[in-house]
């Protein structure tokens, strides 16, 4: 679950192409194009084919992965005393 926001945080940060996710993930080639399809899937992101390549944009679904995932963060955070970071 953590690689799937991690991987949805850098593609909202504005990194569309999957080489430049691949390098900012830290994820080999292969993980990387399991987690983009399962994020296609699941409505989080969508593919623009522009010829050959693909670029992913985040969905208004993704963002709301997201603020859920920080949401649960900061109770998590709350509750155990953990510094933010």
């Not at 292969?30 to 296609?40: D, K, R």
């Not at 699941?42 to 670029?55: P, Y």
């Not at 963060?73 to 709350?78: A, F, N, Q, V």
Request: hydrophobic share 35%.
């Amino acid at each position: 679950m953590e690689i799937c926001v991690e991987v949805l945080q850098i593609i909202n940060k504005g990194f569309r192409k999957p080489t430049r996710i691949m390098y900012k993930s830290n994820l080999s080639w292969v993980p990387l194009c399991e987690v983009l399809s399962f994020l296609a899937n699941q409505g989080a992101v969508r593919i623009k084919k522009i010829g050959k390549k693909r670029e992913y944009y985040i969905t208004e679904r993704g963002k709301e992965i997201l603020g859920y995932y920080e949401q649960l963060r900061s109770m998590l955070m709350e509750k155990t005393g953990f510094p933010r970071g």
